[in-house]
């Protein structure tokens, strides 16, 4: 009857005066636990064939007196106390018995059981690493995305507007002037936000007093072509208002 496997050993046996009663008592409640079948077997019993259910066992006590080196005497004792207290009922033929472990099931699950939770487990932890694998591959996607951004070189004009934007007094000349000059780096690293830099200039020193410098090459003709633009449409309108004096 002895079977490849494991069984659920609850610590609240410890609980239980009777099984607790002496080693011998908790010894032979453990071979019972031990060899009880998981499935239905079919088996000789009293010369018929019969068939042993989840939480049952053939044995006797001979057989488990040699086991744990324990007089057969005492094995009757034990077995009979544990029926008495409802932890067993048994069956006797003149060869052996026919053991059945009361509320089997309430300690035990069946091996089916068992093998369809490990099962169970086993899907659901590989559908978890299956989803943490998607879940890296679209972080590393969206950091390879935001490595690939290319820098863009603010305008003029842009940083003009957000210094406004911000109310702070940065010299928006001076910051183009400033990373033009050092090749848009801030220390060693590249440039990845001008709006960052910005913001740290409003805690830095770097020009409290607005001067006037030179508008740097890149974007001269740019500002030159506004200029012109001005010109000519003040011009026009005090044509217009004939307030123009050449």
Known sequence: MEEKGWVSFY????????????????????YLLLNATHD??????????????????????????????????????????????????????NKNRLITIVNWNMYQTSEQQNKQQVNNNRTTSEQQVNTNNNDNNVINNKKENIKRKKFVKPTL???????IERNNAINPISFINYYESNGWMVGKNAMKDWKACVRSWETKDYNSKPKEEKVPEWFGKEIKQKEISDERKAKAEAIRNGTYKP
Request: charged fraction near 35%.
């Open 157 to 163: 004009e842009e940083v003009k507007e957000y210094c």
């Open 11 to 30: 610590r609240k046996i410890l609980d239980n005066p009777t099984i607790c009663k002496d080693s011998d008592y908790f010894a032979v409640w453990g």
């Open 40 to 93: 239905e077997l079919k088996i000789l019993f009293k010369g018929e064939e019969k068939i042993i259910k989840p939480g049952q066992l053939i044995t006797g006590r001979k057989k488990i007196a040699e086991k744990f080196n324990i007089s057969e005497s005492k094995v009757q004792r034990i077995l009979k106390m544990f029926e008495n207290e409802h932890q067993i009922e048994q069956e006797q033929s």
